[in-house]
């Protein structure tokens, strides 16, 4: 069955802590993003990348990181320096950049 | 800055009423998509619509987007209680920008 995986589903982190969560996908898809969704909320783009080795800065980029080393995996790392990092982290990957998105079950991140 | 607008951001119906959400943007967009969230889950993408004034449908659901290509409209004929979710908008940006921009959601509860 071809998805998109995102772990873990649940993460609970220190203030201060780096956190990377993962995302794979193995639809083959040359584009990948992440979004962030606060409670009642639409979704904010963090970042993207339209094919391997390559990645752009989204609406709100400030405080994480990504990479694009293999076309399957495009990891976000929350870092200390995120002044709000609670949130729902949602992983998506479309054929083309803007084509039809097709979203991961989500990372809820609880930073305390 | 360029924005999606979805109104109403939250519906309450009877099952079998119907309900319609309306999307608007301040320019012109290339295509629009819809994607559906179930309470606790991920966006699912729903349709995707390209041509102004086109008209497509899904079983009860109908979406327009307008002559224009500023604005669309998802109507759903007689909700049933598995209607039950947010209904988002998205919108490509026309021109070299090409960005999808997600509109702030409506959120449609169903009592049965």
């Known amino acids: 069955d071809g998805g998109i995986t995102q772990s873990p589903k649940y993460l609970f982190r220190k203030e201060g802590q780096n956190v990377t969560l993962s995302c794979e996908q193995n639809?083959?898809?040359?584009?990948m993003y992440w979004y962030r969704q606060d409670p009642g909320q639409g979704l904010r783009l963090i970042y993207y990348s339209q094919i391997v080795n390559d990645f752009q800065k989204g609406d709100i980029a400030e405080g994480y990181s990504v990479s694009r080393e293999k076309k399957e995996s495009f990891p976000l790392t929350v870092t200390s320096a995120q002044k709000n990092p609670t949130a729902f982290y949602l992983c998506?990957?479309?054929?083309?950049?803007?084509?039809?998105?097709?979203f991961g079950n989500g990372t809820r991140l609880t930073v305390t | 800055g360029q924005q999606v607008m979805q109104i109403p951001q939250y519906q309450h119906v009877q099952e079998g009423e119907d309900f319609t959400t309306y999307c608007n943007s301040s320019t012109t967009l290339s295509n629009i998509q819809w994607y559906k969230q179930r309470p606790g889950g991920h966006p699912v993408f729903l349709i995707q619509l390209v041509k102004s004034g086109e008209v497509k449908k899904q079983k009860r659901l109908t979406f327009q987007f307008g002559e224009a290509k500023k604005n669309s409209s998802l109507h759903i004929t007689a909700t049933q209680t598995t209607d039950v979710g947010t209904y988002f908008c998205?919108?490509?940006?026309?021109?070299?920008?090409?960005?999808?921009?997600f509109g702030t959601g409506t959120l449609l509860a169903v009592q049965p």
């Open positions: 998205a919108g490509t940006l026309g021109g070299a920008t090409n960005k999808l921009i």
């Open positions: 998506a990957s479309s054929n083309t950049y803007n084509s039809p998105l097709h």
């Open positions: 639809l083959n898809h040359d584009a």
